[in-house]
């Protein structure tokens, strides 16, 4: 089967493009250019997929200029993750290293839970840890220091919406991935595939959760803020689930001063 031909056939549109495909089709780089004018020739003359493309693309718009993002506390800083202040530099840190990112195996990451269900294989996040040149695996429950580097990456055996979270220890919830944004990200099917950042932690100390929510519709960061506030109930270390329609996963860190 031809990479255009997989994204077509859905149960209710036999031989249209899936819901992931249309939504795929609006961003730079989320399908290949073969797959991009496939979906592109298929909704010129089909009028569902026409008013599906026309209403996704008004969604995005409504969702990155009218939904706000998640906002912490006047005067601190985000969280204990901190973005790289110049992406070149981390792309560039990211290719010395992605031979030994690869190569070196995950670590265990708490039990997945959730109300979605997706086929083939159970949807999964890992991450690996960059400490003065040394990479290992991350894993739940692991004590970090200022200055480490982490890089997530995702496995999932079909085209779905993920969406990268951290709740610190006083409740407060800033968005890993995509950084920025007021929703979740579209992304492909693979296999331990790296996220197109990384993050270099910071001097706040104490333990911190990082959700990674797959879900198949977009997930708003609004929603993911409401959620931490109904389920808190005063330790991170308890806030294992979040009241989500998402397949769920988190690890608990816990970030101590360098010696």
């Not at 995702?154 to 990268?164: G, M, Q, T």
């Not at 769920?248 to 816990?254: D, K, R, T, V």
Request: aromatic share 8%; proline share 6%; hydrophobic share 45%.
């Amino acid at each position: 089967m031809s990479e255009p031909e997989r994204l077509l056939g859905t149960r209710r549109h036999p031989g249209c493009p899936t819901e992931i495909a249309l939504a795929l089709s609006l961003t730079d780089g989320g399908l290949a250019a073969s797959e991009r004018r496939a979906v592109r020739e298929h909704a010129e003359g089909c009028a569902h997929c026409s008013q599906r493309l026309f209403d996704l693309e008004r969604e995005r718009q409504q969702l990155h200029h009218e939904l706000p993002v998640l906002e912490l506390e006047t005067g601190r800083q985000p969280s204990m993750l901190r973005w790289w202040p110049a992406l070149a530099a981390a792309c560039a840190c990211m290719l010395l290293l992605a031979g030994v990112w690869m190569l070196w195996p995950a670590g265990p990451a708490e039990p997945a839970t959730g109300s979605v269900r997706f086929k083939g294989c159970t949807p999964r996040a890992s991450f690996r840890v960059e400490r003065q040149g040394r990479v290992f695996a991350g894993r739940s429950g692991m004590r970090l220091l200022a200055g480490d580097r982490i890089c997530f990456a995702y496995s999932i055996s079909e085209d779905a919406y993920l969406l990268v979270v951290n709740v610190d220890g006083q409740g407060r919830p800033s968005i890993y991935y995509p950084a920025g944004a007021a929703c979740s990200a579209a992304i492909r099917a693979g296999e331990e595939v790296f996220l197109p950042i990384s993050t270099r932690l910071d001097d706040y100390l104490g333990p911190e959760r990082i959700f990674a929510l797959f879900s198949r519709r977009l997930l708003t960061c609004a929603a993911v803020e409401a959620a931490v506030r109904r389920a808190w109930a005063g330790s991170v270390e308890d806030l294992e689930t979040l009241p989500l329609d998402a397949f769920q996963q988190s690890f608990l860190i816990i970030k101590v001063a360098a010696e």
